[in-house]
């Protein structure tokens, strides 16, 4: 069935620092791929997606870049701020795979900024 | 345009009782989806409902689980005679087409959770 892994936390940065947080997935289908972002007490919400290979979604300084070839939908940013400290969730939907109707996450990489 | 409203925010119940989690989706959307989060886990997909109709619920538990979402008013999750397992975040998120949808327009948002503890 559909699944994604994410790179495990937490993870550790100082301010300005580069970051990237892996996420690779399996789908049998042609899934979407969507970042989701937690913070602290918060419900998700959507940071950035992309619907087709090579796509690039970006938002707030983050990217990511949709790899069919390699499964991949990693997150970066140049430069992070205190204010990212949250936990990040790669996610896929996939209409015509085994898990259509819902989106899978992965199990979430929690992100700390040391000012 | 109000987001997904979720109520109540914190919810506690004694073992044995029963809890009831309200799910308002955004307007203009007819599908809601329910989450649980457990302490330091990810999301573990539970149920999709339609109005009126339910129409995924392989995530759900086969026991004392049940969720609804009736033609007028907000979706139920209800959890009957809760153990201190159920204990945890249930997030709701709605979306204006189902994730089957081949427009790949299936951006789901998601409420601020209510957070169970059975004590």
């Known amino acids: 069935g559909d699944s994604v892994t994410q790179m495990e936390g937490p993870v550790t940065l100082s301010e300005e620092a580069f970051l990237t947080i892996n996420c690779t997935y399996t789908?049998?289908?042609?899934?979407?791929l969507f970042w989701y972002v937690q913070y602290p007490g918060e419900g998700l919400q959507l940071l950035l997606k992309a619907t087709k290979a090579d796509d690039k979604g970006s938002n707030k300084g983050f990217e990511a870049t949709y790899r069919k070839e390699t499964t991949s939908f990693h997150l970066e940013k140049g430069s992070v701020q205190v204010s990212d400290s949250a936990v990040y969730f790669c996610?896929?939907?996939?209409?015509?795979?085994?898990?259509?109707?819902?989106?899978?996450f992965g199990s979430g990489t929690r992100l700390s900024i040391r000012p | 345009n109000a987001g997904v409203m979720q109520n109540p925010r914190h919810l506690v119940r004694r073992r044995g009782q029963e809890a009831r989690l309200r799910c308002s989706p955004m307007?203009?959307?007819?599908?809601v989806y329910w989450y649980r989060q457990l302490p330091e886990e990810g999301l573990k997909f539970m149920v999709y409902l339609q109005k009126e109709n339910i129409i995924d619920e392989s995530g759900m538990p086969k026991e004392r689980f049940s969720a609804e979402f009736p033609k007028e008013g907000p979706s139920i999750l209800r959890i009957q005679q809760v153990v201190r397992g159920d204990s945890a975040a249930y997030f709701c998120a709605s979306s204006r087409v189902p994730t089957t949808d081949s427009s790949r327009n299936t951006e789901a948002f998601f409420g601020q959770g209510t957070r169970l503890t059975v004590v």
């Open positions: 996610a896929l939907s996939d209409p015509l795979g085994s898990s259509a109707s819902k989106i899978i």
């Open positions: 307007k203009g959307h007819s599908h």
């Open positions: 789908a049998t289908g042609y899934p979407s």
